[in-house]
């Protein structure tokens, strides 16, 4: 029976938008009850909920902590308030609230990373409870599942790494049963280490969440429902031209994602490629209009597929003459910015420096931020560093660019009016980089856009 089950099913994420109140939350009622695949829905908290509880988790002020605490419950309560029956469900959710004052108390006193994740677990453990109670009232058997029974995940609160093996063996065991007897509604974003502290993925962590519990369930496809109707050819705020893509590859996906483009969580995409699960990201507000998706291959790739763009990008240029001929400067830097947990995004070099930008995709700091003074001190031992800031990355995302022809002309031809501070072409056949001024990175999106997609 459960292995039935599994074959077609279908695991339907919702982010904060969709879960917002409860008008969103009842179109994505209707979505779910639309396609009876559905058996498994992951869900964000509610918009802003997340950052409320971040804000809480720092440990402010009484005064300020009142105001949070408010704002949650505002937000909480106007779902509660248009439902038709709302005492058992209020009581739950007043529990979440005096567990969140309480820990957020306990914050204001002294603040860790385990209080923080238990404190912004909350989020998710209320919109999910609020949804169960929608679809409950609307005569759906369904029923609120505790991820953190089976996302296992290591210490590292804050971004911890669920254990896979574990997570397989769990869903097996204990989601899967449930799943043949109800439609299931679980948490994004959290899990639950060893000792059985909370943990979360990482901020926007509840894409990785549906494609982790995809990928234990065999689910047919991951549905990704979102506020924008599917992946661009550029962000359409900056290009109103911008077109959607009907289907893009994982792989060209995972590098929109990584360059800055917000519809996915970068990591998200990880267990979908790895058990060639096809993803489907829409709008929950018009599902009507389909959106984009993502699988493994797609027919006639295109040469150029989209333009990421990610902003506030800051470049650190390290100067050696020690470089010059040498052995193991390299490994040494790169050891140091590791030590720091900084993630290297481009890098360009030359004999005697070395030029590199920071990773900071699906964590909450700037590049700016990662750049301490203890790691610069500890560079600066080694070398020359120079700190660049407000400059822009501007991705170019399609197929085989390293192997074609004529990229040059198409780019940079009409790029001439634009400083370009550095450039990454040909390590991967997936992207061609520029970093290019901060001010000038929408007109350099634009006229890309028009050249290459117009
Ligand atoms: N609620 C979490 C956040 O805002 C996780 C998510 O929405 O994916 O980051
Ligand atoms: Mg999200």
């Known amino acids: 029976m459960a292995e039935t089950v599994s074959n077609s099913l279908i695991v339907a994420k919702f982010g904060g938008t969709s879960v917002a109140d409860f008008d969103a939350m009842n179109r994505s009622a209707d979505i779910v009850l639309s396609n009876p695949s559905v058996r498994l829905v992951v869900l964000s908290a509610s918009a802003g909920v997340t950052n409320l509880l971040v804000a809480l988790a720092e440990g402010n002020e009484p005064d300020r902590r009142a105001f949070h605490l408010d704002e ?31 820990l957020s108390e306990a914050a204001g006193l002294a603040t860790s990373h385990a209080l923080t994740d238990e404190l912004v677990s909350h989020g998710e453990l209320m919109s999910t409870l609020l949804f169960v109670e929608i679809l409950r009232q609307r005569q759906v058997a369904a029923e609120w599942f505790d991820v953190r029974k089976i996302m296992r995940t290591n210490d590292r609160f804050g971004h911890a790494e669920p254990d896979i093996g574990i997570l397989k063996e769990l869903t097996r065991n204990v989601l899967l049963p449930r799943i043949s007897q109800a439609l299931i509604v679980t948490q994004g974003f959290i899990g639950s280490e060893t000792k059985g502290r909370t943990t979360t993925l990482g901020r926007g962590g509840s894409d990785y969440t549906a494609a982790l519990l995809g990928e234990a369930l065999h689910a047919a496809r991951i549905d990704i429902w979102t506020d924008v109707p599917g992946i661009y050819t550029t962000d359409p705020r900056v290009v109103p031209e911008a077109r959607r893509i009907d289907e893009i590859s994982f792989e060209e996906a995972a590098e929109m994602a990584t360059f800055g483009a917000k519809i996915l969580h970068p990591a998200t995409l990880l267990p979908a490629v790895r058990s060639d699960i096809p993803v489907f990201v829409g709008s929950s507000k018009d599902p009507h209009i389909g959106g984009t998706l993502v699988c493994n291959k797609t027919a006639n790739p295109p040469l150029f ?72 001190t500890e560079l600066s031992s080694l070398c020359r560093v120079e700190v660049e800031e407000n400059l822009a990355l501007i991705a170019l995302i399609g197929n085989k660019l390293s192997q074609a022809c004529g990229v040059g002309k198409d780019v940079f031809g009409v790029l001439d009016p634009f400083n370009i501070r550095l450039i990454c072409y040909g390590a991967s056949s997936h992207n061609l980089c520029l970093l290019v001024p901060g001010q000038d990175a929408e007109q350099v999106v634009k006229t890309l856009h028009h050249n290459l997609f117009g």
């Open 72 to 102: 949650i419950r505002r937000i909480q309560y106007a779902i509660i308030d248009r439902l038709a029956e709302s005492r058992v469900i209020r009581e739950e959710i007043d529990r979440m609230l005096d567990n969140i004052a309480m």
């Open 305 to 376: 597929r989209a333009i990421a763009l990610r902003r506030r990008q800051t470049l650190l240029t390290l100067h050696s003459l020690n470089m010059l001929q040498a052995r193991g400067f390299l490994a040494e830097v790169f050891n140091i910015l590791a030590r720091h947990y900084i993630s290297v995004d481009l890098i360009t070099t030359s004999e005697v420096s070395v030029a590199l930008t920071m990773d900071t995709t699906g964590s909450t700091s700037t590049s700016a931020s990662l750049l301490t003074t203890s790691l610069l």
